[in-house]
Every structure is written in structure tokens, then in C-alpha cells.
Nanobody, 125 residues
């Protein structure tokens, strides 16, 4: 069973930056495709970014393009989400997810097999 633990959330002002981390254990991290999703109160979970097992392909939501960067370090069993130029509408709980198929970099939550508990990001204006 794979466990995913997110960290790095917090409160920032608009225009600020945060780096989220997701540490994986209990599986072979380098085999998994990884994704980041977010969910704001009263809204559905939405895709943010995804990356294949070897970082050959990265995929971003339109809202994240040009501001967010997904990266992974297979030696550290960790995936990152660098978030720059944050906006109040980025306020949400952020979740990482792992797909057993390492070729997956997909926007659909159903494609992922494991989920973390989330980390809160709050952006004030």
C-alpha cells in the first residue's frame, strides 16, 4: 500500500510563492505517474498538474500554466509543486495522487490509485 504525505502548504499574500512536497512510501515511487489536484470549499476536486514516472511528460491545467511547475525526485520518493504568482483563487486544499501506471500524466482523478490527505494553501489579496 502506498502512502502519500503532502507538506509545504501555508498562508501567503497574492503574488507570493510556495513549494508543496509529496513524500511517498510503501511502494516503488519511480514506477508511478504522479498528479496534483486541489479542492476549494464547496467545489469539486480539480486537476492542477501531472508528471510521468521519468519526467518525460508534464501536463498542466490552464489555470496553472506559466505559474506552477511540477517536478519529481525519484531518489527521494518525492514529487513537488512549485507555485509562483499565487492568486486568491488558488486557495484550496492540495492533494497529490499516484497512478500505478507510470506513463499516466492525466487530469482525471479516476486514473489515480492512491491519494494523500492534503495540505491547505491560503492566498490572501
Amino acid at each position: 500500500q502506498v502512502q502519500l504525505v503532502e507538506s509545504g502548504g501555508g498562508s501567503v499574500h497574492a503574488g507570493g510563492s510556495l513549494i508543496l512536497s509529496c513524500a511517498a512510501s510503501g511502494g516503488t515511487f519511480s514506477n508511478y505517474g504522479m498528479g496534483w489536484f486541489r479542492q476549494a470549499p464547496g467545489k469539486e476536486r480539480e486537476f492542477v498538474a501531472a508528471i510521468t514516472w521519468n519526467s518525460s511528460r508534464r501536463f498542466y491545467a490552464d489555470s496553472a500554466k506559466g505559474r506552477f511547475t511540477i517536478a519529481r525526485d525519484n531518489a527521494k520518493n518525492t514529487v513537488y509543486l512549485q507555485m509562483d504568482s499565487l492568486k486568491p483563487e488558488d486557495t484550496a486544499s492540495y492533494y497529490c495522487a499516484a497512478a500505478r501506471n507510470g506513463l499516466i500524466a492525466d487530469s482525471r482523478p479516476i486514473m489515480y490509485d492512491y491519494w494523500g490527505q492534503g495540505t491547505q494553501v491560503t492566498v490572501s489579496s
